[in-house]
């Protein structure tokens, strides 16, 4: 499980492929589909100098991309924790809109891992 090495956005390039375990493939909708709520969520703390549920937020999208095969989506919501922890209001929207990006750009193929 691997993604291509590039940096949302993505708008003279590529767009981003995340290579999948195929058994993950029935699961990938809502898995999108939540992140896209995860990022709503934060975007809505941003806000609110709400930064403990950022940090929440984003520690899990950490967790949970790794596992589905995202490592992008992991390094930005990493990104995100860690801003989060800084309460650094700027670094988190500009790695909202990165990870907006991504999440609307990334090419999933599956394969049998």
Do not use: C, W
């Amino acid at each position: 499980m691997r993604d291509t090495p590039s940096a949302p956005p993505y708008p003279e390039s590529r767009p981003p492929v995340a290579h999948v375990d195929a058994s993950f493939e029935p699961l990938i909708p809502k898995f999108m589909t939540n992140r896209k709520k995860e990022i709503a969520t934060m975007a809505e703390a941003v806000i609110h100098n709400d930064f403990d549920t950022i940090r929440k937020v984003a520690h899990g999208m950490k967790g949970v991309s790794g596992s589905y095969g995202f490592p992008a989506m992991t390094a930005a919501a990493a990104l995100l924790e860690q801003a989060a922890k800084s309460a650094d209001g700027d670094s988190i929207n500009r790695q909202l809109t990165a990870l907006a990006s991504y999440l609307d750009q990334v090419q999933i193929v599956y394969e049998e891992l």
